[in-house]
């Protein structure tokens, strides 16, 4: 090395700083930044990210990261970040149209401005808008692009509230599940991940845990270890339904059926926990008679969930003859692909149920785990304020929105014959998410965000799919360009996320955003001048004694904290083992209504595949290695999801009975839309199920993706996305002549 290399390695600075994966995903992995910081000839430093793993002093992280974020500086310094505001320029027609329908070049549609003038802009917008339509006409549009809880919801929350925009009623992904959890326990929580390795059986119930869940499989395969068996309830065979044990491939939609059958057999062979259920629950003498009737016996459950009765019976067994058999308990993973069913709040309950049933709460390891994230009493109030609405312009709550039902507001809101819903939207401020990717009908979506008379903002680190529809484009940072505070709904550890680097380019963290729009808006509230540390602060200012202790300089210190929830006489912590962990009304776990199987209008059961033209159940799938769209232009990302790409997964008799073989370009539609992709023919589906995974518009054939077939219709409880209900055909495309046959 010569003289010059060594100073210049003497100059360097190395680093290590906690983040926190702000993604969406149960883990929340605590993260080790490795920062290499050099001086510049003008006498600046440069700070470079250069390394992540997982904290392995974190006990779920445990040192290691899932392939998406072990990949995550290719997306932080991507050649194709979105770094600098932009308007579109004139004349550039909104969509793939305004650069030629050609990735790569989707920066022809835009012009580069400053901060100053976008803010200057949006704000002349949005303040002609509600002057002339009122302030409800603005629709804010985000989700969990980040799940910190400034991200998330702080500064932004106040902003629209403020203006008196419309409310986003955010039910895309997990309200059914988590309505229904509620109603049966009252707050959100769950076996911790921990408690896995202690299980004697593990039903992963829609719950692809290798694929999306990785950091709890060590502690399951720990339990497997010590003779535990791991059974995969999906309709699809996933990478946990690979692993398993047993795989039992349900028909989409059944899952409450398949519940019922299973509490059949455990009360007519005797097999529940009589003493649990009259201590901890309510209900219980009305749910025995409703799953004693015969329409819920394994023989008729097997007709209509598509698994043997024997089957049937034998997990209903297995589950509650498993404390007894090995002395561990059995625990199930539920995840929320069931919810993601017309009548999923209820397949939710069903299941919910079970350890209710079988006093499985009362055992380390044992239970069950949807999500813990109400275990976090994080001040939402305080980082929010709604109160914000009655103090400006509105002068009350503004109407709400429902985010699944986007396409139906864009469209339809304020349309003749329609006056009592409020105004049409006529601006869509769209952050921390790409509906025009990931909401559903699509078609309505695009046809919405393409009117001419819609502003349309977006805050993001990509040209997106909802990107090629904005009238200004924001520059937004990655996790590592932030700090926050962030629980998860995956384990029990708050933990402060540290800014790793300066932003990229010119990318304003959502914070600053709305902060500076709001004094461009002319809002003089002292709550707009709130910095990153005290809104954590504010966050976790709260009299919850399971926030006890926690304090931000003590998360600064810690990188995480244990939350301080009950133990019992031995140390433990049992979630619902005893009566005083219930948040119901009642006090216990209430199994009452009982639940009810009504099978999806879009399924091969239901009221829409009566006339037959669309006989086959379609799962619009996620894929392993993105989080929902995010990633998916990521080239690392996308290589180790080319297993799958723009493929369609068929079973053989599907294929045979429409002359479709493996590599045929199909079509996949329905009423609402269509889609191209290829035949994959294989045993990934059970007969009469497709499936395809969801990828952004511009990387699909046609432009489009899975949302195309899917529809606005909502979930029995919650109001929720319905993605699993859908139901489609497919037919073989000529090669030759580029048409169906």
Not at 71 to 99: F, I, T
Not at 162 to 188: H, M, N, P, W
Not at 592 to 613: D, F, I, L
Not at 663 to 682: H, K, T
Request: hydrophobic residues 40%.
């Amino acid at each position: 090395m010569d003289s010059e290399s060594e100073s210049a390695a003497a100059e360097t600075q190395t680093r290590v700083v906690h983040a926190v994966c702000s993604h969406d995903c149960p883990d929340s992995c605590g993260v080790l930044v490795t920062v290499e910081s050099l001086p510049n000839p003008d006498g600046s430093i440069s700070a470079r990210a250069v390394k992540l793993q997982g904290d392995p002093a974190h006990p779920v992280t445990r040192g290691f990261l899932c392939g998406k974020v072990a990949k995550y500086l290719d997306r932080v310094y991507s050649p194709d970040r979105l770094l600098y505001p932009m308007r579109r320029r004139p004349g550039a027609p909104k969509g793939p149209a305004g650069y030629g329908s050609q990735k790569g070049r989707e920066a022809d549609a835009f012009e580069r401005i400053s901060w100053g003038d976008a803010l200057a802009l949006i704000a002349e917008k949005l303040q002609a808008i509600a002057a002339e339509f009122g302030p409800e006409s603005v629709l804010p549009y985000s989700y969990a692009g980040t799940i910190g809880q400034l991200g998330f919801g702080s500064m932004d929350r106040r902003f629209f509230h403020r203006l008196g925009a419309s409310q986003l009623d955010r039910t895309i992904c997990s309200e059914a599940g988590g309505v229904a959890f509620k109603s049966v326990y009252g707050v959100k929580l769950g076996t911790p991940p921990e408690d896995f390795a202690h299980a004697g059986l593990v039903i992963a119930w829609g719950a692809n845990i290798h694929g999306n869940n990785v950091h709890l499989w060590p502690f399951i395969e720990q339990a497997r270890r010590k003779g535990a068996r791991l059974i995969a309830i999906d309709p699809y065979r996933t990478r946990t339904a690979a692993l398993a044990d047993e795989h039992l491939a349900i028909r989409p939609g059944t899952d409450t059926m398949l519940a019922l059958a299973m509490m059949h057999v455990i009360f007519r062979e005797g097999l529940e926990d009589r003493a649990y259920m009259a201590d901890c629950t309510t209900g219980h003498d009305a749910l025995r008679a409703h799953a004693l009737l015969p329409e819920h016996s394994p023989e008729a459950a097997a007709a209509i969930a598509g698994i043997a009765a024997d089957r049937i019976a034998a997990l209903a067994r297995g589950y509650a003859r498993c404390a007894q058999q090995s002395g561990k308990p059995a625990v199930i993973r539920l995840n929320y692909g069931i919810q993601r069913s017309e009548n999923g709040g209820t397949a939710v309950r069903a299941v919910c149920m079970l350890p209710l049933v079988t006093g499985a709460w009362r055992h380390k390891g044992g239970g069950l785990q949807l999500s813990t994230s109400g275990a976090f009493p994080f001040n939402s109030a305080a980082l929010q304020m709604p109160e914000l609405m009655r103090a400006g312009a509105l002068g009350r709550d503004a109407r709400v929105v429902n985010m699944s039902l986007l396409g139906e507001a864009l469209t339809q809101l304020g349309a003749s014959g329609r006056e009592h819903e409020g105004p049409p939207v006529k601006a869509l401020f769209v952050y921390n998410s790409n509906p025009a990717a990931v909401a559903p009908n699509q078609n309505s979506v695009l046809r919405g965000i393409l009117r001419d008379d819609l502003f349309t903002v977006v805050h993001e680190q990509f040209f997106t799919d909802t990107a090629d529809y904005a009238d200004v484009l924001l520059p937004a940072p990655t996790f590592l360009e932030v700090k926050d505070v962030q629980g998860a709904y995956g384990h029990l550890f708050a933990q402060v996320s540290e800014r790793a680097i300066a932003p990229l380019g010119e990318a304003w963290s959502n914070v600053r955003l709305f902060a500076e729009l709001a004094r461009r808006m002319g809002f003089t509230d002292a709550c707009f001048a709130d910095t990153e540390d005290e809104l954590i602060d504010q966050a976790l200012a709260t009299d919850n004694p399971w926030f006890a202790g926690i304090t931000r300089e003590r998360l600064e210190r810690a990188g995480h904290v244990a939350l301080a929830l009950p133990i019992d006489a031995t140390g433990e912590t049992l979630p619902f083992s005893t009566a005083e962990w219930f948040r119901t009304p009642s006090g216990r776990g209430e199994l009452t209504p009982v639940p009810v199987y009504v099978p999806p209008a879009e399924s091969r059961a239901g009221a829409a595949a009566a006339g037959g033209r669309y006989p086959l159940e379609f799962l619009p799938r996620k894929a392993d290695n993105y989080m929902n769209s995010t990633f998916a232009n990521i080239p690392t990302h996308r290589k180790m999801e080319a297993r799958t790409a723009g493929l369609l997964e068929m079973h053989a008799a599907d294929a045979d009975a429409r002359a479709v073989t493996s590599g045929d370009a199909i079509e996949v539609f329905n009423g609402r839309g269509s889609i191209r992709l290829r035949a994959q023919i294989g045993d990934t589906v059970p007969q009469g199920v497709v499936a395809a995974r969801m990828d952004w518009n511009k990387l699909s054939p046609r432009g489009n993706n899975v949302n195309a077939l899917t529809s606005e219709t909502l979930t029995d409880m919650g109001a929720g996305a319905t993605f699993y209900s859908t139901l489609v055909e497919v037919r073989r495309i000529d090669a030759e002549a580029g048409r169906a046959v």
